[in-house]
């Protein structure tokens, strides 16, 4: 998984729009698209804001840690009682 398809995914399922997201980073739709395709690469603090913006750090987290974001969700859910 690419830093693109997380960052995209955690926009997606935080329901936010990439036009939202570019105001709220001060960035351009056109600069998160190129972010969410792998086209630009992106700064750590704008991987953080990111992820805090769109309520995922434990996504951001793995993906910098090297494991899988939908396996530690799983992991969360289980512990939780909600899986």
Same mark, same amino acid.
């Given at each position: 998984? /690419?830093?693109?398809? &997380?960052? !995209?995914?955690?926009?997606?399922k935080?329901?936010i =729009?990439?036009? !939202? ?6 960035? /351009?739709? =056109?600069s998160?698209? !190129?972010? $969410? !395709? %792998?086209?630009?690469?992106? %700064? ?8 805090? &913006?769109?309520?995922?750090? $434990? ?8 494991? %899988?974001? #939908? #396996? ?12």
């Open positions: 998984m /690419t830093a693109g398809t &997380i960052l !995209k995914h955690c926009r997606e935080a329901g =729009s990439q036009v !939202k997201l570019a105001r709220l980073l001060n960035r /351009t739709q =056109s998160i698209s !190129k972010l $969410e !395709k %792998d086209q630009n690469p992106v %700064d750590t603090d704008t991987f953080r804001d990111w992820t805090r &913006i769109t309520n995922q750090m $434990e996504a951001g987290i793995a993906f910098l840690y090297g494991v %899988d974001p #939908a #396996a530690v969700l799983q992991t969360i859910l289980q512990v939780s009682g909600a899986a």
